[in-house]
């Protein structure tokens, strides 16, 4: 008997089976869950390639994180097919190239407004819309994946601020969402090996610091820890946590030198 008997968990933002979010899938399943999964445009026949690699292949929708369409068409889509919803995992993440560029200054707006609408900005009208889902759910929850944004970090730059923005946009979902007893709660994930970290001119950078100092050790590779924490937020095992950034980083955030 797994800790997410029974419930429908939507998961965004698998890319490849190096994702967050497909771990995150595994897990889901592994505990007992129905997943759902988004994709959109030519990513689509990838996030379907890669879905078959799960225990059980899940329906794949479209979801432009871009595109206020798409989530009118997403919550019609699951509620004809399913009639609620228990869970969100929200993994959208993109920034421009000139968000990640070593010198801030070379970014533009247009470049940094589109990082913050899609890494931060989209949890709202995910929200928005998949709610009267969520309201017919049991206990139901939002996971949204970040990486601490309390600090500056090498190569991470207008991401970084992007993902200040999403942890305050957790909050406020927080209390907006907990009127109808949804949580809505943030993990931030030590650095894992990805698509979206090899973007990130630091990253190696992390490794290297992560391995030296998290108390209890940290693996690039091993996204197992993240995607268990995932799962239990989205279980019924925090029913009173909301609002919340839960790390899940080997502790590294806790230490100094």
Partial sequence: MGILDGKKILITGVLNDQSLAFSAAQEVQSQGGDVILTGFGRGMSITARV???????????????????HYV???SAIEARFGHLDGILHAIGFAPAPCLDPDMFVAEW??????????????APLIKHLLPLLKKGSDPSVVALDFDATQAWPGYNWMGVAKAALESLTR???R???????????????????IAAKSVGGFSDFETIWADRAPLGWSVTDAKPVAKAIAALLSD???????????????????GA
């Fill in 51 to 69: 879905a078959r690699k799960l225990a059980a292949t899940p329906e794949v929708l479209e979801l432009d994180a871009s595109n206020p369409e």
């Fill in 73 to 75: 068409a997403l919550a």
């Fill in 110 to 123: 247009s470049d940094v407004a589109t990082a913050v609408q899609v890494s931060a900005y989209s949890l």
């Fill in 172 to 174: 406020y979902m927080a």
């Fill in 176 to 194: 907006e969402a907990g009127r109808d007893g949804v949580r809505v709660n943030l993990i931030s994930a030590g650095p894992i090996r990805t």
């Fill in 237 to 255: 095992l925090f029913p009173a946590t909301t609002g919340e950034i839960i790390h899940v980083d080997g502790g590294f955030h806790a230490v």
